[in-house]
């Protein structure tokens, strides 16, 4: 990593276009990681960021969390923590660099109140939905894993349901969190713990299908076989004017895009897409623990991407559900069966 005080420099007496050239010529050299390069740059991504439309300060844009947790040595600022899972920034990005990918590994680093709060905040109202809800075992070929957020949003019940009528050979187990949440508070000790009580869940079934697009993601980056339960449903017939979103880890981690709006047109639905749509997807706000650190910004962050839609929405992700006040493709497949 460069000098600190070189950094400083070069930030406070050089304009646009000489830290653009030096993000893009410093990792040629290689003499600079991704929070080097990020930091660097004049904020080429800052239109997309849904952090910064929500809450309007520099101070939580993409490059000046990078430059915060560049300098984070002895402390963390608030900042890197405002952000959200949704890799908006890395599709605008010249460089291809995930400013929340980097700033997690900055929160590893170190044991802040902000982080333990919001892990209270988390295993009190999220995790409480493992604990309280009642289920049959049954064995299956393939393991459902709903995850906290479907558990939250009351679509666990409704997906068995589904699942069973559409004759799916399918398995329920013990109901875990993949330990997202920890993840991305940079708590990453309890997040080995979780999965690998995931990967013990796990290791006696030929594949895993969820709800949630991130509990996909995570297990997939640890190994795990599994898909979105998109997948795996099949259409009935239903109809009508939909506009469906793309929940952004299912399009830009996930890279499904297509299969959910093929399933709508199987349906005999008309889709009416929405200003941003595909990969270039406005995020929800609900995402990652955006919503337990900064709840009132969370919600301003799901407004703003309301507020493009004209038609009732159809997602496939239970946090976009609950965001943006959507229903779910396995409500919509459920109330036809």
């Known amino acids: 990593m460069i000098n600190p005080k070189v950094i400083s420099r070069i930030i406070a007496n050089t304009d646009i276009k000489t830290k653009l050239r030096l993000a893009k010529v410093i990792p040629k050299l290689g003499k600079a990681d991704e929070i080097t390069r990020c930091m660097l740059c004049p904020n080429m991504c800052l239109h997309v960021c849904p952090v910064f439309d929500a809450e309007r300060r520099l101070t939580v844009s993409p490059s000046v969390k990078a430059r915060l947790g560049y300098f984070s040595q002895d402390y963390t600022y608030e900042a890197v923590y405002h952000c959200l899972p949704c890799d908006a920034c890395k599709s605008a990005c010249p460089m291809e660099i995930s400013v929340n990918d980097n700033l997690r590994n900055i929160r590893a680093g170190f044991d802040t109140e902000i982080a333990r709060k919001a892990a209270e905040r988390i295993e009190r109202d999220l995790f409480k939905n493992l604990r309280k809800t009642e289920t049959e075992k049954r064995e299956g070929k393939i393991l459902y894993f709903p995850g906290c957020r479907t558990l939250e949003n009351g679509l666990f019940t409704k997906t068995v349901e589904v699942l069973e009528k559409l004759k799916i050979d399918f398995a329920v187990d013990d109901l875990l969190c993949c330990g997202m949440p920890y993840y991305e508070l940079g708590l990453f000790e309890k997040f080995k713990s979780a ?127 609950t965001a943006l006040k959507a229903i779910d493709f396995v409500e919509l497949i459920g109330e036809r069966l």
Do not use: W
């Open 195 to 321: 999965i690998n009580e995931v990967k013990r869940l796990v290791s006696k079934y030929e594949g895993v299908v969820s709800n949630c697009p991130h509990c996909v993601a995570i297990m997939r980056e640890s190994g795990i076989r599994a898909a979105h339960i998109i997948s795996i449903l099949q259409p009935v017939k239903v109809g009508g004017d939909l506009s469906y979103h793309d929940p952004c880890i299912m399009a830009r981690k996930l890279d499904v895009t297509q299969e959910p709006r093929k399933l709508l047109e199987e349906m005999g639905c008309a889709i009416h897409e929405p200003a941003f749509s595909g990969k270039d997807t406005h995020c929800c706000g609900y995402g990652g623990v955006y919503k337990f650190i900064a709840p009132d910004y969370a919600e301003v962050v799901a407004k703003n991407r309301r507020d493009h839609f004209e038609y009732e929405i159809v997602t496939a992700c239970p946090s976009c559900k």
